[in-house]
């Protein structure tokens, strides 16, 4: 016999992530209800996982419930703030047990790691769907934006970049080592990083789409434009390796799906920017520079621009 | 040519509901930044709409608009919360622009007229499915629950039920007044009443999935059990007419979709309860009491017991 839709999202959901007092009432209710700290805005993002469209068909589920929530968690990071709580829209084909034990293993286990309580959500029927929204702190007027960066701004970016797009392109490739291909199933959102740049970053923006479509926002929001230098760009040795065997930048520069935080620092900040770049286990690169003149352009060492085939991953592009 | 998604949430969705001043960052970066009020909890819920499931297939999108905001501030109505936010998780088949437009235009309205701003969202591709999710703000401490019925609390209803149900039974029936129709397609959130009876319900759910089924969860969460008196249900003339050309309870009782409040309150605040009674636009009407012996009795005048054949719309129901 299936499960009800109410005993489903009681069953699976009640007890997710972590335990926090400041959860007045959580799953259960016709809302959830929840004491903000004193001195702190809210920020909150919400994001939708497509079947077929962001993950493969057939896609294993306890990876999918700890990505679902990670590249949600990644838009907290790229603000800067406190993660705390999550709701969860999950729109489902059937009722499978065990997929949706594996799922919730995978959320809760980052949420966690992270101190967030899933708080809320909704059961349904239909095709795979997964809406998450995440909700976290901030000291108020302290969010790192994407109108913020300023000419001559260093720009940096947080771990490495293209593991995941290689992962994606070659899709079932056995010589595609796991380290790699969990940079694409099991992205880390750059949290605590994130926290670490409030008062040292001008700018700041998680890399989904692709660090051009990415750093494009920030220099749309902020009126500027950009110079990279792609030998600078932080990449694995299989990323490496691709690159100069195709001579073909698009890894680093297009691919997405890293979920990296890409920042601006102003120069006055650069000995703070190295203290934190040798704190970051991750690590954080300086790629490039803010400018006046519109546009992103990708040089090498000896002058030459970067052609780039395709600009990040769109919906709906034509 | 298709719009890009970026250029898609912009467009449609920046400036959609109210404008207000505790928006500190809205549509547009990674995150929406808020300011709660101090002395406040803050109260959230999403819900998911799914074509095919929750509305039919080729359904007015302005209508829709206005439909899929409209539930989820129910919820909030049923915590006696002030709404205030709003994010948007939209999975559209493809772009179409007189849709979006009409979608927006029948949420905003709404949003507008309850002080609601649409703060962010994520517009992806893939089978139409539509989550929302609401944000409130009630008295630390003050929420109306689903679990403090107590013995011997009244319970009580909004407005009419039934309409809703009746409109989904009889598709396309062009003998359904319009009246009946909008009840199914353009439910009211009884945000005002909600907030009037904080201090008075001792608990409050609204009724989305049928009279007996949320009365169901009240009863399981405070540990109660209920019989209501069926004649007493407040019902427009149609649905009266249904009831006894039918002998057949089942639409106020169990049809759901009416995002009617049911509330109990205890029989020492009968006077205040009959206050705002009178002063209820949509009216407020006692149709039982809370008792100790679990489970839902529906009797007749003249203590008849009222078989039904289906409780509530469940998903996954077998």
Redesign the interface.
């Known amino acids: 016999?299936?499960?009800?839709?109410?005993r489903?999202i009681q069953r699976f959901f009640a007890h997710t992530g972590a335990s926090r007092t400041d959860v007045?009432?959580g799953v259960?209710?016709?809302?959830?209800?929840?004491?903000?700290p004193?001195g702190k805005?809210?920020?909150?993002?919400?994001?939708?996982?497509?079947?077929?469209?962001?993950f493969f068909e057939n896609s294993d589920p306890e990876r999918l419930g700890h990505k679902s929530l990670a590249v949600n968690l990644s838009?907290?990071a790229?603000?800067g703030?406190e993660p705390a709580w999550a709701?969860?829209?999950l729109?489902l084909p059937?009722?499978d047990e065990d997929w949706l034990e594996a799922f919730c293993r995978g959320f809760s286990r980052l949420a966690a790691a992270h101190n967030v309580q899933l708080?809320?959500?909704?059961?349904?029927?239909?095709?795979l769907?997964i809406?998450i929204?995440v909700?976290?702190f901030?000291t108020?007027?302290a969010?790192l934006?994407?109108?913020g960066a300023q000419l001559g701004d260093l720009i940096y970016v947080t771990g490495r970049l293209g593991d995941a797009g290689l992962a994606l392109r070659t899709v079932g490739n056995v010589a595609v080592p796991a380290a790699v291909q969990s940079r694409l199933d099991l992205p880390t959102p750059r949290l605590q990083e994130g926290r670490a740049l409030v008062g040292l970053a001008h700018a700041?923006?998680?890399i989904s789409d692709g660090l051009i479509s990415d750093l494009g926002?920030i220099c749309d929001?902020s009126g500027v434009g950009a110079t990279l230098y792609v030998e600078k760009l932080p990449c694995s040795q299989v990323v490496r390796d691709y690159i100069h065997a195709n001579n073909d930048w698009s890894l680093p520069l297009s691919a997405g799906d890293d979920y990296e935080l890409c920042i601006t620092i102003p120069p006055e900040k650069l000995a703070e920017a190295e203290r934190l770049a040798a704190d970051f286990e991750c690590g954080l690169t300086p790629i490039g520079r803010i400018e006046a003149s519109a546009g992103i352009r990708c040089l090498t060492a000896d002058g030459q621009a970067v052609q780039l085939s395709a600009s990040g991953y769109?919906?709906?592009?034509?």
């Open positions: 016999m299936a499960l009800s839709e109410f489903l007045k009432l259960g209710d016709d809302c959830a209800v929840l004491s903000l004193a805005e809210l920020v909150v993002s919400i994001d939708t996982l497509v079947e077929g469209v962001h838009d907290l790229a603000m703030a709701t969860l829209a729109t059937a009722v708080i809320g959500g909704d059961t349904t029927s239909g095709p769907n809406s929204q909700h976290g901030v108020a007027g969010a934006r994407r109108d700041a923006i998680d926002h929001a769109e919906h709906f592009s034509s």
